[in-house]
Nanobody
């Protein structure tokens, strides 16, 4: 069972940037698509961005042009560079496989965008 640990969340002002990391205790090289998800208070978890093993990416409409997903298969780590952050980006961010989450959800990392 792979353990997922998300980190990098913080309190940031609107327009700021953060870089999230997702570290896996085991290899996720064999997983074709990895993704970042987020869950805001009172809302369902939603897909933010996904990336295939060879680097093809897709983004939710609300984050296109602002967020960049990447993965390092050798380090079993995935990243989410978030720029031009907005208050509506406030949520707990998680990583997992896509379209079906393959492992237990990690603790997530809290991103709060507020002045």
């Amino acid at each position: 069972q792979v353990q997922l640990v998300e980190s990098g969340g913080d309190l940031v002002q609107p327009g700021g940037s953060l870089r999230l990391s997702c570290a896996a205790s085991g290899s996720f090289f064999g997983v074709n698509i990895m993704a970042w998800y987020r869950q805001a208070p009172g809302k369902e978890r939603e897909l933010v961005a996904s990336i295939t093993r060879i680097g093809f990416t897709r983004y939710g409409d609300s984050v296109k042009g602002r967020f960049t997903i990447s993965r390092d298969n050798a380090k079993n780590t995935m990243y989410l560079q978030m720029n031009s952050l907005k208050p509506e980006d406030t949520a707990v961010y998680y990583c997992n496989g896509y379209p079906t989450p393959r492992w237990d959800w990690g603790q997530g990392t809290q991103v709060t965008v507020s002045s």
